[in-house]
């Protein structure tokens, strides 16, 4: 067992140590090919493959048999040796006609984006514990890795047949163009094209609609668990959807996609490891309320400035500095009531742990009967908290 275990642990270290060298080697590489480090190339952003291997490493470090660690780091790797290749076939191909060594393995190496993404997706299939739902989900999953092995031997061979012909030909990204998937002359791989994202787009949803509904039927842990997976898909959806539409601010629309991808393998992590796992309603409930409360204070901004300033004509500094006041003011008890919306709906045992506080104080305030009051209090705390063992001390005069 032992000698296992150092074998292991050593295999963690090389693989963990080339997954380091990949991603550092995308900023000088990104230099040559004069591009930007976020624009990813033809493949995944470094930051994204960053994420992922970190939480991956962490996952195989800590559950080893869990598959799931493994998935991340083999998604990181191939992001990471995809963004690369895109460089370097940028700087051969697009900038120097050629010149420099080792073109042609960047250029087998540069559509490694696509198993990178088909990990990925595989990721939210088999949560938590790298084993699929249910048996009529294996059809799935093969049909998913069949299109994904397809159009990975279909990239191959189109780009041998490219460096066969010495006609290669690359696009400002570093993929090659008879990749595109309309290329005169490549039929068959038209299709392939035009079948493969379709297909991963509907296993991911299904996979992510499997874990939803297994969420309703969940409880205890699993369900803690795949709270945590659904809110992390939510926040990538909505981060990367935000960067999306902030796309004019270059700064702004990074920052909210980095967010997004970063939700997904945090969530993947904590969840696994079980990590801090009841935090979720806390962090859900703190997240909407002060959601809501921003966009209630910022619409009562905009209102209050606008009346000033359109309705009544007070175009000076002091109307502005006026309504920001008065939004300031609202902030505190907004946020309590907000608040207290959401953990009605949404963290219901911080909820009726206050509810059963309150009423506790309520009653304590006629309370002269300290047995009665030490027997309430007993009760309160046990309905609360729940915990295993509780003793009360009182103070002898």
Known sequence: MGSIRLTSRAAWIAIAGVLLVLCAAAVPLSGLARQNLNAGGGGVPVWVSVSFGAAGLVLAWRRPANPLGWIMVAGAFFGALAEDASYYTVADYGLRHGDLPLG???????????????????LILLFPDGRLPAARWRWMVGAYIAVAAVWITGAIMITASVLAARHVRVDASGNLLQLSG??????????????????????????????????????GIRRQQLKWLLTGSAAALVGVGLGVIFRP????????????????????????LRYRLFDIDRIVSRTLAYAIVTGLLVGVYAGLVLLTTEVFGFHTPVAVAASTLAAAALFSPVRRRVQRLVDRRFNRARYDAETTVAAFADRLKDAVNLDSVRDDLAGTVHQALEPAHLSVWVSPR
């Open 104 to 122: 042609a393995v960047a250029l087998f190496a540069q559509p490694g984006w696509a198993p990178a993404i088909v990990s990925f997706g595989l």
């Open 182 to 219: 309309n290329t005169p002359g490549y039929g068959w791989w038209n299709l392939v094209q035009n079948l493969f994202f379709p297909l991963l787009l509907t296993c991911w949803l299904a996979s992510l609609a499997g874990q939803a509904l297994s969420f309703r039927r969940s409880s």
């Open 249 to 272: 601010v270059p700064l702004l629309s990074d920052v909210l996609g980095a967010i997004g991808f970063l939700a997904v393998p945090v969530s993947i992590g904590v969840a696994v």
